[in-house]
């Protein structure tokens, strides 16, 4: 099952004590994957001396971010974070008013809604999926509910119709924290057009990168006319831009949530990419895949699950290591240069939820569950086969040893 040349002398446990420390350099979890043109398409930006953000690239970016996901608006940004920053803006989110979202996410989605002086809401995750369970939502929603943030773990899509139909019985909005899921849909439908507003991101561990950038997509048009004019410091500049009034002035109260023009033109170089990019990440997970039906089968991990709706991006390769071993596997793999990793620590047992809810923090027990057990192992798209494979021995050898 597993092939020789990964066998490689150096890494033959029983050879190892006697063996000088491998030589192989580790393997990271993570790497962008970015080059030449990325870099040529910056550097003519800063030939051309428009460095500022919301320029002629930045429109031109975000025009193919809109045909690429078939929605009315997008608008880039500094981060998903920010993204997610300007929808709770928009929404005019304030104190007395909560927000349901996962537990199992990071910290961006909840700090949004806290900055605002709202109340995050901690729902349960489907085990199966590790994406929010929909029927755990509406015993969840009082009066007070504003919006949920389902999050796309892994590309993988939430239930969104189901989501969404809660939702407007509730008169409630939804915004997709869709950071994980460029390139990714649900029922066909591209993540992060999908509830009122998606939030993607560019940061460099994700997909398709510009190292630190984000976008908030929409289809509704008041919406998007009162976010750009957040991310404009508050202004009307945008339409300035464009001509719809003659000059600009400050109508509402902002920030400053634009994209640099150099970054604008990396991402769009990298967002044309997306099929290609995404390929290669998805041939490295359909490897992992394959090569650890032999561990579930023996019983000692669960691999990834996803539903006929979702499509896969092949953003995250996790494992659930049964029998409370993942630490274990975990240190053992590092011990033999492969850096698998473990997100996220929940958020509903944080120091900072634990202190905000005054030790009160909501049974989760399918987040608890996953959280304890997940392992994510190398991925990135221009990992080589060879590379995978060799990851693939050392999980093995690793979990046999430790039975
Ligand atoms: C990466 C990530 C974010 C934050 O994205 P940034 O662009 O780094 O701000 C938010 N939510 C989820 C689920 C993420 O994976």
């Not at 849909?185 to 939030?199: A, S, V």
């Not at 990419?273 to 997970?285: D, V």
Request: glycine content about 8%; some cysteine; charged content about 20%.
């Amino acid at each position: 099952m597993l092939t020789a040349p990964f066998r490689e002398a150096n890494f033959k446990p029983e050879n190892r004590k006697n063996m000088p420390e491998p030589t192989r350099k580790p393997i990271p979890f993570s790497e962008p994957t970015v080059g030449e043109a990325e870099m040529a398409a910056m550097q003519e930006v800063v030939l051309t001396k428009a460095l500022a953000g919301d320029g002629k690239i930045c429109r031109e970016t975000e025009k193919l971010l809109q045909e690429m996901c078939g929605v009315k608006h997008a608008l880039l940004t500094t981060s998903c974070t920010h993204a997610l920053e300007l929808a709770m803006l928009t929404l005019e989110l304030g104190p007395g008013d909560e927000v349901i979202l996962p537990s199992f996410t990071f910290s961006s989605t909840a700090n949004a809604i806290m900055r605002q002086g709202a109340r995050p809401v901690f729902a349960d995750i489907d085990p199966a999926t590790f994406n929010l369970d929909p029927h755990k939502l509406e015993e969840l929603i009082t009066p007070r509910t504003r919006c949920i943030i389902p999050v796309h773990y892994a590309g993988q899509g939430c239930e969104m119709e189901t989501i969404n139909a809660i939702a407007a019985r509730y008169n409630i909005s939804v915004v997709e924290d869709a950071a994980q899921g460029v390139g990714a849909t649900w029922n066909g439908k591209p993540l992060g057009t999908i509830g009122d507003m998606g939030c993607f991101s560019f940061h460099a561990t994700k997909n398709i990168t510009c190292g630190e950038g984000g976008a908030l997509l929409t289809n509704d048009s008041k919406l998007a006319h009162k976010a750009e004019i957040i991310r404009e410091k508050g202004t009307n500049r945008s339409a300035f831009l464009r001509g719809e009034v003659d000059k600009y002035t400050w109508v509402d109260v902002g920030s400053s949530f634009v994209l640099t023009d150099m970054l604008a033109a990396f991402l769009k170089v990298q967002l044309e990419r997306t099929a290609e990019l995404n390929t290669k990440r998805l041939a490295i997970w359909n490897s992992y895949y394959d090569g650890t039906a032999a561990l579930e089968q023996a019983g000692f991990i669960k691999r990834p699950y996803f539903r006929p709706e979702a499509s896969n991006n092949g953003h995250i390769f996790g494992l659930l290591i049964n029998n409370g071993k993942r630490d274990e596997v975990m240190r053992g793999l590092k011990a033999r240069g492969v850096t698998a990793v473990f997100h996220y620590v929940p958020l509903h047992s944080s120091p900072y939820m634990v202190k905000y809810y005054e030790g009160q923090t909501p049974s989760l027990p399918a987040t608890d569950m996953v959280s304890d057990s997940l392992l994510r192992l190398p991925l990135y798209a221009h990992m080589t086969e060879q590379d995978c494979q060799y990851v693939l021995a050392q999980l093995h050898d690793v979990i046999e040893q430790g039975k």
